[in-house]
């Protein structure tokens, strides 16, 4: 029995989900002894890594699963996903450290940031924003907001200053929906299925919603 790449991506094609994958890269700025980087690069913002442009792909969904754990530095999210890549997608070249964002999906989120007076970029791109609300001066009354949009660079901007926007320095929450973004981690190594001699046979790997990065 001879198995082949050619049908097994067409399956994956008409099967699969849409992604963005984003390489890796690790920043020059690491200290070659104690591997830290360089707080304030910026080229990775003291994470040690970059991504480059997003490129359009595709992949197999196996599986998924995904729950909430508790650590020291709080509440996050945890899950994973095992994908099948297609031999003839540039995702088949996935490795450690890279993202992949699920184009075809989305959920919830609610997160708290802080006005400055130039607004940090929002950690993940977002599909809608809800609702935009903090606390007022006595902490007592919750005042909503008008809802900012995201310019290029992904930083919420209010776009009349006559309305109801937090001041800077103010602490707000915000709600909306974004899609889902995975993490090949550097325990999940991608799996190479090796039979008949190395043909280029789609290949497995477990992706994990695991976003120490964007702290």
């Known amino acids: 029995m001879q198995l082949s790449p050619a049908r097994f991506n067409g399956l994956l094609a008409n099967l699969g989900q849409n992604v963005l994958w984003r390489r890796a890269q690790l920043c020059p700025c690491r200290n070659t002894y104690s591997d830290a980087a360089v707080q304030g690069c910026p080229v990775c913002h003291g994470k040690g890594l970059f991504w480059g442009a997003a490129q359009a792909a595709f992949?197999?969904?196996?599986?998924?699963?995904?729950?909430?754990?508790?650590?020291?530095f709080g509440s996050y999210e945890q899950g994973d996903v095992v994908v099948t890549l297609p031999s003839d997608s540039p995702i088949y070249s996935l490795a450690?450290?890279?993202?992949?964002?699920?184009?075809?999906?989305?959920?919830?989120?609610?997160?708290?940031?802080?006005?400055?007076?130039?607004?940090?970029?929002?950690?993940f791109p977002v599909l809608g924003i809800e609702r935009v609300f903090w606390l007022d001066a006595d902490g007592e009354t919750i005042i909503d907001g008008d809802i900012p949009v995201t310019d290029s660079d992904n930083r919420p901007r209010w776009t009349s200053a006559a309305g109801i926007i937090p001041a800077t320095g103010q602490q707000y929450s915000m709600t909306g929906r974004k899609n889902t973004e995975y993490f090949v981690a550097l325990s999940s190594m991608v799996q190479d299925r090796a039979h008949h001699h190395g043909a280029k046979l789609p290949r497995k790997c477990v992706l994990r919603r695991w976003d120490l990065y964007g702290r």
Do not use: C, E, H, Y
């Not at 992949?59 to 508790?70: D, E, H, Y």
């Not at 999906?105 to 400055?116: A, E, K, N, V």
């Open 59 to 72: 992949v197999g969904l196996s599986g998924m699963k995904a729950q909430n754990q508790w650590a020291q």
């Open 96 to 123: 450690d450290g890279d993202r992949v964002m699920f184009a075809d999906s989305s959920i919830g989120f609610t997160q708290i940031f802080r006005r400055g007076q130039d607004d940090d970029p929002l950690p």
